[in-house]
């Protein structure tokens, strides 16, 4: 029999106020109570293990968030599953495909999707961090050195489900309450039938050279969102997951790290870069990589189409939750996408995400205060 404990939350107004301050104007608009009519959330447990872990370590006064860091060992890390691999999400993907080929076929008339959306775009500045005391090593990634912008919002993502730990890839995304990492929705929660995720932790510019593959340490979850479409019907289109974490020393991730901005609404033919850390050959798991190029949507069939896009890549499983950037300048850009679906487990070609529109925004609005 499992015990499970909530995470509680622990902010600083100061830094706070700090990020409200950054955060352009535009993006200060209170979001209607409405908006989160179609998102979903829970809290993140810690498990008995866990827990176990973290009072070895640490004695009986071990914190929830001591508690994890201690469970994911650097060896726990390295052996979680890609999330690709779970029972649950073969099973949705397949079921989702097979509905989408078959609407397809009709013309579209009888897809759930709606048609091409027309809603205006919405925009959030990214947000440079701190990232205090930090020296610079010699890292040997073959893409960036951990302490880059661009390597310090990417991370992996390690969590519990249904009693097996998987792997997935995340990005902070700058907010007024400075806690957001964003994922897939398959990262926080089962789809259709599933449960939420536990034992949740993120760890910025993860990388298995160096000594230490947590150069910034483990953040813990204290609240899981995504949306009702993923949690209710494993609708890729919503495949969308926050994470909004606990301080770390008293820091914001945000106001630490950094934070990529956000956009929505921009259209379905745009140049994007696609980040993560694909954990199959020719792949290890261990680094970040990136796609890039000029997405197009999965399929389209008159004014109907899949509300997903694609662009060409060969990351492999485990960069599911990965961000894509748009307006990337080799530091910042907004996240307009994440890494959602494959085309093939082997030699994969293409990349998919769920199309970012007002279901995207409604989930930022819904977390952005937090």
């Given at each position: 029999?499992?015990?499970?404990?909530?995470?509680?939350?622990?902010?600083?107004?100061?830094?706070?106020?700090?990020?409200?301050?950054?955060?352009?104007?535009?993006?200060?608009?209170?979001?209607?109570?409405?908006?989160?009519?179609?998102?979903?959330?829970g809290?993140?447990?810690?498990?008995?293990?866990?827990?176990?872990?973290?009072?070895?370590?640490?004695?009986?006064?071990?914190?929830?968030?001591?508690?994890v860091?201690?469970?994911?060992?650097?060896?726990?890390?390295?052996?979680?599953?890609?999330?690709?691999?779970?029972?649950?999400?073969?099973?949705?993907?397949?079921?989702?495909?097979?509905?989408?080929?078959?609407?397809?076929?009709?013309?579209?008339?009888?897809?759930?999707?709606?048609?091409a959306?027309?809603?205006?775009?919405?925009?959030?500045?990214?947000?440079?961090?701190?990232?205090?005391?930090?020296?610079?090593?010699?890292?040997?990634?073959?893409?960036?050195?951990?302490?880059?912008?661009?390597?310090?919002?990417s991370?992996?993502?390690?969590?519990?489900?249904?009693?097996?730990?998987?792997?997935?890839?995340?990005?902070?995304?700058?907010?007024?309450?400075?806690?957001?990492?964003?994922?897939?929705?398959?990262?926080?929660?089962?789809?259709?039938?599933?449960?939420?995720?536990?034992?949740?932790?993120?760890?910025?510019?993860?990388?298995?050279?160096?000594?230490?593959?947590?150069?910034?340490?483990?953040?813990?979850?204290?609240?899981?969102?995504?949306?009702?479409?993923w949690v209710?019907?494993?609708?890729?289109?919503?495949?969308?997951?926050?994470?909004?974490?606990?301080?770390?020393?008293?820091?914001?991730?945000?106001?630490?790290?950094?934070?990529?901005?956000?956009?929505?609404?921009?259209?379905?033919?745009?140049?994007?870069?696609?980040?993560?850390?694909?954990?199959?050959?020719?792949?290890?798991?261990?680094?970040?990589?990136?796609?890039?190029?000029?997405?197009?949507?999965?399929?389209?069939?008159?004014?109907?189409?899949?509300?997903?896009?694609?662009?060409?890549?060969?990351?492999?499983?485990?960069?599911?939750?990965?961000?894509?950037?748009?307006?990337?300048?080799?530091?910042?850009g907004?996240?307009?996408?994440?890494?959602?679906?494959?085309?093939?487990?082997?030699?994969?070609?293409?990349?998919?995400?769920?199309?970012?529109?007002?279901d995207?925004?409604?989930?930022?609005?819904?977390?952005?205060?937090?």
């Amino acid at each position: 029999m499992r015990t499970w404990t909530i995470f509680s939350r622990r902010t600083m107004v100061a830094t706070v106020a700090v990020a409200l301050a950054a955060v352009p104007t535009l993006a200060l608009s209170q979001p209607a109570a409405a908006a989160t009519a179609a998102n979903a959330h829970g809290a993140p447990a810690v498990s008995t293990q866990a827990w176990q872990s973290g009072q070895a370590q640490y004695g009986a006064g071990a914190t929830a968030a001591q508690a994890v860091e201690a469970y994911w060992t650097p060896a726990r890390m390295r052996a979680a599953r890609v999330i690709e691999d779970s029972p649950a999400y073969l099973t949705a993907v397949s079921r989702y495909e097979q509905a989408q080929r078959a609407s397809a076929a009709r013309g579209g008339t009888a897809a759930p999707q709606r048609s091409a959306p027309k809603a205006p775009a919405h925009s959030v500045a990214p947000q440079a961090g701190s990232v205090a005391g930090r020296a610079v090593p010699a890292a040997t990634d073959p893409g960036f050195a951990y302490w880059q912008p661009t390597a310090r919002t990417s991370g992996k993502v390690f969590f519990t489900m249904n009693g097996l730990n998987y792997q997935c890839s995340g990005t902070i995304v700058n907010s007024e309450g400075a806690d957001t990492v964003w994922t897939a929705g398959h990262c926080v929660h089962g789809g259709q039938g599933g449960s939420w995720a536990y034992n949740w932790q993120f760890v910025p510019a993860y990388d298995d050279d160096l000594a230490d593959p947590r150069p910034y340490g483990t953040w813990t979850a204290w609240q899981l969102w995504s949306k009702g479409a993923w949690v209710g019907s494993s609708d890729f289109s919503a495949d969308m997951g926050v994470a909004l974490m606990n301080t770390r020393s008293g820091w914001h991730i945000v106001n630490y790290l950094g934070g990529q901005g956000l956009r929505v609404n921009i259209g379905s033919q745009v140049y994007d870069y696609a980040f993560g850390y694909p954990a199959e050959w020719p792949f290890d798991g261990g680094n970040l990589y990136r796609c890039q190029g000029w997405s197009s949507a999965e399929w389209s069939v008159g004014w109907w189409w899949s509300q997903t896009i694609k662009i060409p890549c060969d990351m492999t499983r485990g960069s599911s939750g990965g961000g894509w950037l748009n307006g990337w300048d080799g530091n910042w850009g907004y996240l307009n996408g994440l890494n959602s679906r494959i085309d093939r487990i082997l030699n994969p070609t293409i990349m998919l995400s769920p199309y970012f529109d007002d279901d995207a925004w409604s989930l930022y609005n819904s977390t952005r205060y937090l």
